[in-house]
């Protein structure tokens, strides 16, 4: 069965950095578009970044030019690169796929305070 496995979430003081992981399992990782997204508290989750499976990467505008995106196919194992957070970006993050329906992971907790 498939599975998103998200970690490295924390807490980090403003302007720090931290990098999430999230190890799929169950499908051809290599063939489908992974994302991030986040979900803060009493605000609807939404969208921060995807990868498809040619590498091409897209960008939520609230994070550009501090997240980056990537994947490693021989790891099946997808990553979100946060630099210089702010504390809106406090959510917990969430790893997603398509892979016939829609598959979400367990998520992992990002708090940004000093």
């Known amino acids: 069965q498939v599975q998103l496995v998200e970690s490295g979430g924390g807490l980090v003081q403003p302007g720090g950095s931290l990098r999430l992981s999230c190890a799929a399992s169950?499908?051809?990782?290599?063939?489908?578009?992974m994302g991030w997204y986040r979900q803060a508290p009493g605000k609807q989750r939404e969208l921060v970044a995807t990868?498809?499976?040619?590498?091409?990467?897209m960008y939520a505008d609230s994070v550009k030019g501090r997240f980056t995106i990537s994947r490693d196919n021989a790891k099946n194992t997808v990553y979100l690169q946060m630099n210089s957070l702010k504390p809106e970006d406090t959510a917990v993050y969430y790893c997603?796929?398509?892979?016939?329906?829609?598959?979400w992971g367990q998520g992992t907790q990002v708090t940004v305070s000093s």
């Open positions: 997603h796929t398509n892979y016939l329906r829609s598959y």
């Open positions: 169950g499908f051809i990782f290599r063939a489908y578009t």
């Open positions: 990868i498809t499976s040619g590498a091409t990467t």
